[in-house]
């Protein structure tokens, strides 16, 4: 993980907050206070988040830290799309080394806030369009990251010559203007080194810029050698969700392995072996048995040097073994003996069949791939750099994760 233009960072003064003298009434009053706006969702004039748990096991009175992770309209935590399961990977993370989350709507973002001690916040570029003017006063005292999308010189004329739409790769001036606006500790994309140069325009208007790509989820994707009978017959598997871009992607490294595969997600697939959504307990036992898990990418993955999905980090974590897309941005991240990762749609081919055919080499990668992401890839080495950039203390069992 690393960083561009290492600039101050924002440190959050607690004396210019409002405090609260029960643990319990806070952890109650919040719990409460989401659930039902939950529940009244639909009904409400203005989208919202959909939040069943907004709170974990920690309660985060007189915490030294507590994590906020802000969400716009889209974000529905019974629906398991990324930006749920990156949000889930890092509220585990932050409670599994002692720090409580609060998981909130922006629109409640000032109120929340200003009820926590000690809170550093997470939002998506993107959701800061619901975000007040008021929680953008407040944002300014309090540290907090913002997942960003590209900006850089040249960029409308690369889009339209790679046949991409604008509003869906880059902001608008005045989401821009507003981003930086709250004065962010940093901005962030889930890109490895090599994409960073497509943020540019962050860095030039004094952002600090960070390369944080995604990670495994420990407490959802457990290593165990524990088997499912559901799964027992399963050569290929593959658990995400179908669109028209990424379909195309996906049609061209896994069609011909259409009669082989298992496939789970939340939207319908045009494929024989398509079962429907499963369930988020069952998956790693899946990635596990399975003889082999790909992992596919939308088209512009390559194109744009990185922002790699989430998927390869759950399948070797969970014990399992994958190919990837040719996407040379794994390079970045995996040693050529941890992952396969071909250079073109043929040698993707060959690589599967390789692992579906040799126990040998089948068992090396099971085991390299493995190892790499439990030593260097989940989320808690994420929430180390985190802290580090935050300059919040790190709690004891996070010492020695970051260096």
């Not at 924002?10 to 206070?33: C, D, G, P, V, W």
């Not at 985060?60 to 529905?76: H, L, Q, R, S």
């Not at 629906?79 to 409640?108: L, R, S």
């Not at 009820?115 to 407040?138: A, H, V, Y």
Request: with cysteine; hydrophobic share 40%.
């Amino acid at each position: 993980m690393t960083c561009h233009k290492a600039t101050p960072l924002l440190r959050y003064s607690a004396n210019r907050m409002h405090s609260l003298t029960s643990s319990q009434k806070l952890y109650h009053r919040i719990s409460n206070f989401f659930r039902k706006l939950s529940a009244k969702r639909d009904l409400l004039p203005d989208p919202r988040a959909k939040i069943i748990n907004p709170i974990g096991k920690l309660n985060p009175e007189n915490a030294k830290a507590t994590f906020v992770a802000a969400v716009g309209p889209d974000y529905d935590q019974t629906v398991p799309k990324a930006w749920n399961c990156i949000i889930t990977g890092y509220c585990n993370a932050f409670e599994e080394v002692g720090i409580p989350y609060v998981i909130t709507d922006v629109k409640d973002l000032s109120r929340v806030l200003s009820e926590l001690k000690r809170p550093f916040c997470l939002i998506k570029g993107n959701d800061f369009d619901f975000i007040s003017q008021p929680s953008i006063n407040l944002l300014k005292l309090v540290p907090h990251f913002v997942w960003v999308d590209r900006w850089f010189q040249g960029q409308e004329n690369f889009f339209v010559e790679n046949n991409m739409d604008p509003q869906r790769f880059s902001f608008s001036s005045a989401l821009q203007k507003k981003i930086l606006d709250s004065e962010p500790s940093f901005v962030f994309s889930a890109t490895t080194q090599r994409g960073l140069h497509f943020y540019e325009g962050w860095e030039k208007h004094g952002a600090k810029v960070c390369s944080l790509p995604l990670a495994c989820d420990s407490a959802t994707y457990l290593v165990s050698s524990a088997r499912h009978p559901q799964f027992e017959q399963v050569e290929m598997a593959f658990v995400g969700g179908y669109w028209e871009s990424k379909g195309r992607q996906i049609d061209l490294y896994l069609r011909n392995f259409e009669d082989r595969l298992t496939i789970y997600g939340y939207s319908k697939w045009p494929y024989s072996g398509y079962r429907g959504l499963l369930e988020k307990e069952l998956e790693p036992y899946l990635y596990r048995q399975a003889r082999v898990s790909p992992t596919i990418n939308e088209p512009t993955v390559a194109l744009l040097h990185g922002n790699i999905n989430e998927r390869v980090f759950k399948i070797l974590g969970s014990g399992g073994v994958s190919v990837v897309d040719a996407v040379p941005a794994y390079r970045d991240l995996f040693n050529d003996d941890e992952l396969m990762m071909p250079s073109n749609v043929q040698e993707f081919h060959d690589m599967v069949c390789a692992l579906l055919e040799n126990d040998t080499i089948h068992a090396t990668y099971q085991k390299k791939g493995m190892a790499a992401v439990l030593s260097r890839h989940m989320y808690r080495h994420r929430v180390a750099v985190i802290l580090q950039w935050l300059g919040i203390t790190r709690p004891e069992n996070l010492a020695g994760i970051a260096e």
